[in-house]
């Protein structure tokens, strides 16, 4: 009998699928490398207003990396350029060697809270169940696999006693995790998020942070915007200064209490 | 002619303002939703308003018709709404205010029309709704668009609730939300001109914006927002154009007030934002503080 080595058996064929749509615990086990996203000469230009100039840089799953910058220094739009919101935008984003606008399902985007409409008529789990809308499609059926997945992420992110509120009944802190809610029944594997600690107290400030290490930890990447310089540290693997270039990109103890990289990046010293 | 409740269902006449109101009361408050959580009421309207050129215009064409009030005023709402999102879209002003200038502007030129020609009296039966005379022709004519309105809107809720929602986290999911946009202004003009029939361009609005208003006060699930207010509006209909052959009143006008009663009523009786609600809170407040 003659087997084509070329080809991959059915079971590899099944074990690459799955992990295309899971969560990247595969690395994490060693069996294989965790995924990538690779930016390569990022440019965003509104009009003739240059917000974003040659972004360059590569990040696995299994990280958080905080974005810094003053206002206007192109924060925001790194992100939606990556999360595919703005067409003109010029350069390379790949996930895992293709075009990320090949696997939109792999991304979830949070936008600022204040941009999302907190009077919409619909519940936590309501929100939760639209992150199954990408695997569903337009007329998919919604199967007890997706209200499994549903009631897993509500689980997850400790909502489980709030998913028939209302979104607007909600504290800020509770309505940023139903938004990481909706990401992770997405089975998102990169998290881009637009300042989510932004507005909210210190306990719900703790509790997001150590939601966002646990889904690191569970191999997922996560980009977000950031202001606060002392708690970076703690928050982040890695943390990247941003004003129109890349300013500079490491461990955050390294650049956080590098006063001269703060003072080229317009960050307070 | 006066008939009483029991005589309702006996004439031609009754029976097709009834089967008319329930299509149309049913997509304008599936619509209505759309219409509330957009905000886009006052836009809604202004668009209305813009059917009545567009009758006068297909009637100066083609002659005063069914078919050419139809052609007129869905070639004058698509085009008004398209130069609207163009003129906001290539400069800083804002989409109300292009309809805002574009929409007087078609209803001065309508009225010139017909004060150079001197005809088409029967306009007013455009501006104020002839439900009560309808033709099998016209019947068949709303559950044509109704179809086609309900159908698209069956077809899209899951894109479209994501764009309703949040339109970055749709656009970032791959959902077309320009086209959606234009669809769904497409699907409003159809809408809207279905109204006209039963209650004029005038009061077109209140069919298209009050059921999704009152249950917005009610409901915390977009499916009820929508196919309630569907619900909501064909009852509110078919209501109205009861009390209007009874009464033997005028029938826009009699659908409309019964719309408008309705909210006065949720919005008093509403149990999270009434105003019945807010006066028993403060006198809860009063006696605490009292005793």
């Known amino acids: ?269 | 002619m006066s008939i009483d409740a029991a005589g309702l269902l006996e004439y031609g006449f009754s029976q097709r303002a009834i089967l008319a109101a329930v299509m149309i009361g049913f997509i304008n408050g599936c619509f209505s939703g759309f219409v509330v959580v957009r905000r886009s009421a006052l836009f809604a309207g202004t668009l209305c308003h813009v059917l009545f050129p567009g009758v006068v215009a297909g009637a100066m064409l083609f002659g005063l018709s069914a078919a050419s009030a139809f052609a007129g005023s869905l070639v004058a709402c698509v085009l008004v709404s398209l130069a609207t999102v163009w003129i906001a879209r290539s400069s800083r002003l804002d989409r109300g205010t292009a309809l805002a200038i574009l929409y007087p502007m078609s209803f001065a030129a309508a009225l010139l029309a017909i004060s150079r020609s001197g005809q088409f009296m029967e306009l007013e039966h455009y501006l104020l709704g002839y439900i009560l005379t309808l033709r099998d022709l016209d019947l068949w004519f709303i559950y044509g668009i109704g179809f086609v309105v309900l159908l698209t809107l069956v077809l899209l809720q899951r894109p479209l609730l994501l764009f309703l929602f949040d339109p970055d986290v749709a656009r970032s999911l791959g959902v077309p939300t320009n086209g959606l946009n234009v669809l769904m202004m497409i699907m409003l003009v159809l809408v809207t001109i279905t109204s006209y029939q039963a209650v004029g361009t005038i009061l077109a609005l209140g069919l298209l914006v009050t059921p999704g208003a009152i249950l917005f006060l009610y409901v915390d699930r977009p499916r009820l927002l929508f196919w309630g207010g569907g619900v909501l509006g064909a009852t509110l209909a078919a209501l109205g154009v009861a009390v209007a052959i009874i009464s033997d009143a005028h029938a826009g006008a009699v659908i409309v007030l019964v719309f408008g009663l309705a909210f006065v009523i949720a919005f008093c009786a509403s149990p999270r934002y009434g105003l019945l609600q807010r006066v028993l809170q403060a006198r809860q407040v009063q006696h605490h503080g009292e005793s």
């Open chain 1, 1 to 269: 009998m003659n087997v084509n080595t070329d080809q991959p058996t059915h079971q590899q064929a099944a074990d690459q699928q799955a992990a295309q749509h899971q969560p990247c615990f595969a690395h994490k086990v060693g069996h294989g490398p965790p995924h990538e996203l690779s930016v390569r000469q990022l440019h965003v230009h509104y009009g003739p207003i240059c917000a974003l100039e040659n972004a360059d840089f590569t990040a696995h799953c299994g990280t958080r990396i905080g974005i810094y910058g003053p206002n206007g220094a192109g924060k925001s739009s790194l992100l939606k350029a990556l999360a595919g919101l703005l067409p003109h935008a010029q350069g390379e984003v790949l996930w895992n060697g293709k075009p990320i606008t090949q696997s939109r399902q792999e991304i979830a985007y949070l936008p600022q809270r204040e941009e999302a409409d907190f009077n919409f008529p619909i519940t936590v789990r309501g929100v939760v169940e639209m992150g199954r809308f990408p695997a569903l499609g337009w007329f998919g059926r919604f199967r007890k696999s997706d209200r499994d997945a549903v009631d897993a992420a509500i689980a997850s992110m400790e909502l489980g006693d709030l998913e028939r509120r209302q979104i607007r009944q909600l504290s800020g802190g509770q309505q940023q995790r139903v938004f990481l809610a909706r990401a992770i029944a997405q089975q998102a594997h990169v998290l881009l998020l637009d300042e989510p600690f932004t507005g909210l107290d210190l306990p719900s400030r703790r509790q997001l942070g150590s939601l966002l290490q646990r889904l690191a930890k569970e191999g997922r990447l996560i980009l977000l915007t950031h202001h606060g310089l002392n708690d970076g540290e703690e928050l982040f693997d890695q943390v990247m200064f941003l004003r129109r270039r890349i300013i500079a990109m490491g461990p955050p103890g390294e650049l956080l209490n590098d006063t001269e990289l703060r003072t080229k990046a317009g960050l307070p010293t």
